[in-house]
């Protein structure tokens, strides 16, 4: 069974840094372009960033373009998100997704994980 | 604010049929982009329930359908079961933005 399982959420002051991790298993990581979207309290799904196969391209969207991170270890099956300067607005539950194609980029995402919790504040 | 725009919620009755609107605009779904669609359940990992404007992945019920319109795309659920309730989200890709884009979500109440 493909799955995908977030870690590395917890409350952090606002100005710091997290890394958020999104483990793969029952599947062949490396095919997949994956990414990030968020929803926070009330609100709802935001795309943040997308990295190919590889890791090699990276698109992020605006608002976190410059403070969030993208990458991915394809040798450990992980993506991973480090988030710095991070704002009371980024409060949200943090999903990883898959892109549904294994040999390009659709922008359609078949495989979620369940989330995890990013709390700023102080 | 959401680049696409949803109705906050819908309702409908047992066995009725409700549709959900997600309007764009030029630069996304008018622009000829697909629209895919997701469920939503609180807690849980959201669900892919059309892809490509009105493809279904395999294991969802042909109750749910997808159509696009100019700059307007809608989900139809047909036969409405207690289970469907659960928020959708419609999903594009924006040409001005370089990246996808979600609608700001409905919420469907059965009655």
């Known amino acids: 069974e493909v799955q995908l399982v977030e870690s590395g959420g917890g409350l952090v002051q606002p100005g710091g840094s997290l890394r958020l991790s999104c483990a793969a298993s029952?599947?062949?990581?490396?095919?997949?372009?994956m990414n990030w979207v968020r929803q926070a309290p009330g609100r709802g799904l935001e795309w943040l960033s997308r990295?190919?196969?590889?890791?090699?391209?990276?698109d992020y969207a605006d608002f976190v373009k410059g403070r969030f991170t993208i990458s991915r270890d394809n040798a450990k099956n992980t993506l991973f998100l480090h988030m710095d300067r991070l704002r009371v607005d980024d409060t949200a539950v943090y999903y990883c997704?898959?892109?549904?194609?294994?040999?390009?980029?659709?922008?359609?995402?078949?495989?979620w994980g369940q989330g995890t919790m990013v709390t700023v504040s102080s | 604010q959401s680049v696409l725009t949803q109705p906050p919620s819908v309702s409908g009755a047992p066995g009725h049929r409700v549709t959900i609107s997600c309007t764009g605009s030029?630069?996304?779904?008018?622009?000829?982009?697909?629209v895919n669609w997701y469920q939503h359940l609180p807690g849980t990992a959201p669900k892919l329930l059309i892809y490509?404007?009105?493809d279904r992945p395999s294991g969802v019920p042909d109750r749910f359908s997808g159509s696009k319109s100019g700059s307007s795309a809608f989900l139809a659920i047909t036969g409405l079961q207690a289970e469907d309730e659960a928020a959708y989200y419609c999903?594009?890709?924006?040409?001005?933005?370089?990246?996808?884009?979600f609608g700001g979500g409905t919420s469907l109440t059965v009655l």
């Open positions: 990295v190919d196969r590889d890791g090699s391209r990276t």
């Open positions: 997704a898959r892109d549904v194609a294994a040999d390009g980029r659709t922008d359609t995402y078949d495989i």
């Open positions: 999903q594009s890709v924006d040409g001005g933005l370089g990246g996808p884009v």
């Open positions: 490509g404007n009105n």
């Open positions: 030029s630069s996304n779904i008018g622009a000829g982009y697909n």
């Open positions: 029952g599947v062949t990581f490396s095919y997949y372009w």
